[in-house]
């Protein structure tokens, strides 16, 4: 039993749930095909088979990302559902996640697949998700300021074409923000 197995059982009895495991994939040369991001090492038909197998279970895949690493790297998944995500749902996405990988070696070398939600101040990703969190308070920092303002927090009033109007607390002002400029959207949780 090689060292990667090992660790794999090890991972998998300790923590009794599938959410990440080690892989080694021996002599794959990378390819140079179409992919959704170019720093996620597989391509956007994978992708696209981890969400379809995902939404069969009712899960949304939200984001996919990938940190590279001297020895391995770290592909994450963030998932959600209506309602939120426990850890079941974290381990059911795992194994799904790995039955394509597997079956698609596109990752060269040793990797940790983390399955993730997006937590209570998830980050809005896309314009489809901030449409569908229109109405929630906000937290918004943008790589160009817009009226001298890097950082917003308050109510996400709507989303109009390629914009974000934001009513900011701090200011009591409104603001329309294109969604280019913006770094990172994250809700503000309400408790």
Not at 156 to 165: D, K, M, N, T, Y
Request: hydrophobic share 40%; charged share 30%; net charge neutral.
């Amino acid at each position: 039993m090689s060292f990667w197995e090992l660790t794999f059982k090890v991972l998998r009895v300790g923590f009794n749930a599938h959410l990440f495991h080690w892989r080694r994939q021996a002599n794959h040369k990378p390819t140079n095909g179409d992919v959704v991001r170019s720093d996620i090492p597989i391509g956007a038909e994978t992708l696209g088979r981890i969400r379809e197998a995902l939404a069969g279970r009712g899960l949304e895949l939200c984001h996919a990302g990938w940190v590279p690493g001297a020895r391995k790297g770290k592909l994450t998944l963030t998932i959600d559902r209506e309602g939120g995500v426990n850890l079941d749902d974290c381990e059911t996405a795992s194994r799904l996640a790995d039955e394509i990988l597997d079956a698609g070696e596109e990752i060269p070398g040793a990797y940790l697949l983390e399955v993730e939600s997006p937590g209570l101040d998830r980050p809005l990703w896309t314009l489809n998700d901030c449409h569908r969190f229109a109405g929630n308070r906000v937290r918004v920092a943008m790589n160009v300021p817009v009226d001298g303002a890097r950082r917003l927090k308050g109510l996400l009033e709507a989303v109009e074409g390629e914009s974000l109007i934001v009513m900011d607390e701090d200011r009591k002002r409104r603001y329309t923000v294109r969604f280019g400029d913006v770094k990172v959207v994250r809700l503000i949780p309400e408790f």
